[in-house]
Nanobody
């Protein structure tokens, strides 16, 4: 079982940047495709970004394209989400998750972190 721990959330002004990290508990991490999701108050969980196990393939939700960048370092068992040009609508709890396939739908992800809060002030 893969345990995931997110970090890097916080409060930032609109237009600013944050980098989230998601550290996995063991080397089986490198066998999984990884996704980032978010959930804002009163809204459904939303796919943000995903990256294949190799790092060669990435996917992004429409609302974050060209602003967010997902990457991974398999030697460090860590996946990252670089968030630039942040907007108040990006305020949410951000979760990383691991899946056998690179999916944009949450139900395909087997393992989830506890989430990290990102708040963007206007």
């Amino acid at each position: 079982q893969v345990q995931l721990v997110e970090s890097g959330g916080g409060l930032v002004q609109a237009g600013g940047s944050l980098r989230l990290s998601c550290a996995a508990s063991d080397r089986t991490f490198r066998n999984y495709n990884m996704g980032w999701f978010r959930r804002a108050p009163g809204k459904e969980r939303e796919f943000v970004a995903g990256i294949s196990w190799s790092g060669y393939t990435t996917k992004y939700g429409d609302s974050v394209k060209e602003r967010f960048t997902v990457s991974r370092d398999n030697a460090k068992n860590t996946v990252y989400l670089q968030m630039d040009s942040l907007e108040p609508d990006d305020t949410a709890v951000y979760y990383c998750a691991a899946a056998v396939s690179l999916a944009v739908v949450a139900r395909y992800y087997e393992y989830w972190g506890q989430g990290t809060q990102v708040t963007v002030s206007s």
